[in-house]
């Protein structure tokens, strides 16, 4: 049980237009959904909170005008990168969990969508 | 200084050699320890958590927290091949809320070699 899926996996795009990189959690209904972005020999960080039907909540330094996040139902939620430049090339992954109030191990992964923009 | 800190590696070993894998963290906050595998290009898979201090047993697993020292350690017993991969550390400082974020250190490339 707990899988969540991504898609797509793997993505190149031309700077200036918009990627759109979905996540499904396929056998539970997540209330909460997070993204990270991992960069080449680096952390995961944490990029936005999202719950289902509300608006995201950003980390900072991250721009919400850029990185639109959409939680539209218990099992989507959708990353969209805007206006997309070289320097947004990264692994973007998202986690869900069952309900805000679990306990942070109870986070399961995506396998990751790879970003790359030309 | 980072929030938590973890040597990158990369690590190699001959199979069936003990790994200690290990951060080190600033934020006295922090309550639950985790520890992900992540293999190239997927995303990570929980390996173990343990809640304060003290350690935890799960197979060929160990995961030690001394938060006096403010340092964990992952130790893999008889090494696998199967068991390359990255090893990240993840650390939350509370349990809900809109506060249990996770802080990962960087993760440490492990080889275990045949």
């Known amino acids: 049980g707990a899988v969540v899926s991504q898609h797509p996996s793997r993505v190149i795009c031309k700077s200036g237009t918009s990627v759109k990189i979905e996540c499904r959690s396929l056998d539970f209904q997540a209330t909460t959904m997070f993204w990270y972005r991992q960069f080449p020999k680096q952390s995961l960080m944490l990029m936005a909170t999202s719950n289902e039907g509300s608006k995201a909540t950003y980390e900072q330094g991250v721009e919400k005008d850029k990185f639109l996040i959409n939680h539209a139902s218990l099992t989507l939620s959708t990353l969209t990168v805007t206006s997309a430049h070289p320097e947004d090339s990264s692994f973007y992954i998202c986690s869900a969990s069952l309900t805000l109030n679990r306990d942070p191990y109870e986070q399961y992964f995506g396998p990751g969508t790879r970003l790359t923009v030309t | 200084q980072k929030e938590v800190e973890q040597d990158p590696g990369p690590l190699s070993v001959p199979e069936g050699a003990i790994v200690s894998l290990n951060c080190t963290y600033s934020n006295s906050a922090f309550q639950y320890f985790m520890w992900y595998r992540q293999y190239s290009r997927k995303g990570p898979e929980l390996l173990m958590y343990?809640?304060?201090?003290g350690n935890k047993e799960d197979g060929r697993f160990t995961a030690q927290v001394d938060k006096s020292s403010k340092y964990i350690s992952l130790f893999i017993r008889d090494s696998q091949p199967s068991d390359s991969a990255t090893y990240l550390c993840?650390?939350?400082?509370?349990?809900?809320?809109?506060?249990?974020?996770?802080?990962f250190g960087k993760g440490t490339l492990l080889t275990v070699n045949p």
């Open positions: 343990t809640y304060s201090s």
């Open positions: 993840a650390m939350s400082s509370d349990s809900g809320g809109s506060n249990y974020k996770l802080t």
